[in-house]
Each structure stands twice: as C-alpha cells, then as structure tokens.
T-cell receptor, first 113, second 108 residues
Framework: SAVISQKPSRDICQRGTSLTIQCQVDSQVTMMFWYRQQPGQSLTLIATANQGSEATYESGFVIDKFPISRPNLTFSTLTVSNMSPEDSSIYLC??????????FGSGTRLTVV | DAKTTQPPSMDCAEGRAANLPCNHSTISGNEYVYWYRQIHSQGPQYIIHGLKNNETNEMASLIITEDRKSSTLILPHATLRDTAVYYCIVRVVDDMRFGAGTRLTVKP
C-alpha cells in the first residue's frame, strides 16, 4: 500500500492567515481525500481530489475556504484560508487506488490563535 | 446519512478475541465493507475489507452475513496495543466517509 508523507505535522497560526498542508505519496494513486478531525470526534470528509479534475467538496466546505490542488498522481495540497480559531483541528489526507485499502497521512495539528 | 451503525464502546480482555459488530442494512450490491482503526493521535490504519465473502489477513478476520446487512471484525488475540477506535465503512471507490466508530479498550 502507498506511503504518505504529510507536512507540516503541526503549526500555530495567527487568525486571518492561511496555511498550506502538503501530502506526498510514494506511488501514483487515483484517489486522494482530505479530512478534518476535531478533538474526540470522528473524521469529517472535506473533499475528494482526483488528478485532472476539480476537487469535489462535501456539504459545509467551500473552495474559497479550503482550496485544493492535485497537480499530479503523487501530490496534493490543502490550504486553510483566512483562518479563525474555529479552524483549529487535525487535518488528514488519504490516498489509494481502486477498491484497495487506503493509507492515511499522520495528520497536521493546526492551532489558530 | 450514516451508512453504518456501531456500538460506541467495547471492552475486551487481553488475549481474548475481540468481536466488533457493524450494521449496514442499506448497503448496495457494489459497496465494499472496510475496517480501519485509529490509535490515539495517529492517522487511521487500514485493517481489512470485503464484498461478500469472509476475509482473513494477518491482522484480523472479517465476517459478513449472507444478506450483507451486517459484519463483524474479529481480532483473534487482542493485545493492549489494539486499544483504538475502530471504524466500519461501506463504500464504492470515491466515497470514504467515516461514522462515529467503536472505541475498543483492551484490558489486562
């Protein structure tokens, strides 16, 4: 299965600024997903990112707030824009191929102050 | 619109089998059943998946009922390191939504 390198692992950011999270996969994958996980909660899907097409966002998440890039089959970024304290959370990416089990990054712990 | 229902928590004695149930009564014919677990502060880890038949790998066994409306994940000899939140997901290729999961605590 694919191995994912996600960075940064954590960051403390000022409100009103933006943070870009990167996910690098060690093999070519069709599907990549971005999630948010708040303390003590399950994972909430933000968007699905397929190479060569626009990301598909879940209800409650918009492109202006969470722009996603997927320039090739091994890399994706998620930007958290114009941050507020409510954006403090763990952000995770996942990648995989077909019906196989997907791999997750180790997460980015974001604190907005 | 959760597709799966799992008990919120379970306990298991170390060395015993842990049987984690999942109900997915609205599963479609082309949806697979996947299990992941998340150990505290780590990203979720894939465990096993299946469509109709029972499956076994080095980590666990997956038992799917004949009508496919429920399944059970079996950890045959639970250890303290198996303490985690276990997620059952039904999906086709482009749909990876997590429910609340079951928090399994393995006790000495």
């Amino acid at each position: 299965s694919a191995v994912i390198s996600q960075k940064p692992s954590r960051d403390i950011c000022q409100r009103g600024t933006s943070l870009t999270i990167q996910c690098q996969v060690d093999s070519q994958v069709t599907m990549m997903f971005w999630y948010r996980q708040q303390p003590g909660q399950s994972l909430t899907l933000i968007a699905t990112a397929n190479q060569g097409s626009e990301a598909t966002y879940e209800s409650g998440f918009v492109i202006d707030k969470f722009p996603i890039s997927r320039p090739n089959l091994t890399f994706s970024t998620l930007t958290v824009s114009n941050m507020s304290p409510e954006d403090s959370s763990i952000y995770l990416c996942s990648a995989g191929q077909g019906n196989y089990g997907y791999t997750f990054g180790s997460g980015t712990r974001l604190t907005v102050v | 619109d959760a597709k799966t229902t799992q008990p919120p928590s379970m306990d298991c004695a170390e060395g015993r089998a842990a049987n984690l149930p999942c109900n997915h009564s609205t599963i479609s014919g082309n949806e697979y059943v996947y299990w992941y677990r998340q150990i505290h502060s780590q990203g979720p880890q894939y465990i096993i998946h299946g469509l109709k038949n029972n499956e076994t790998n080095e980590m666990a066994s997956l038992i799917i009922t004949e009508d496919r409306k429920s399944s059970t994940l079996i950890l045959p000899h639970a250890t303290l390191r198996d303490t985690a939140v276990y997620y059952c997901i039904v999906r086709v290729v482009d749909d990876m939504r997590f429910g609340a999961g079951t928090r399994l605590t393995v006790k000495p």
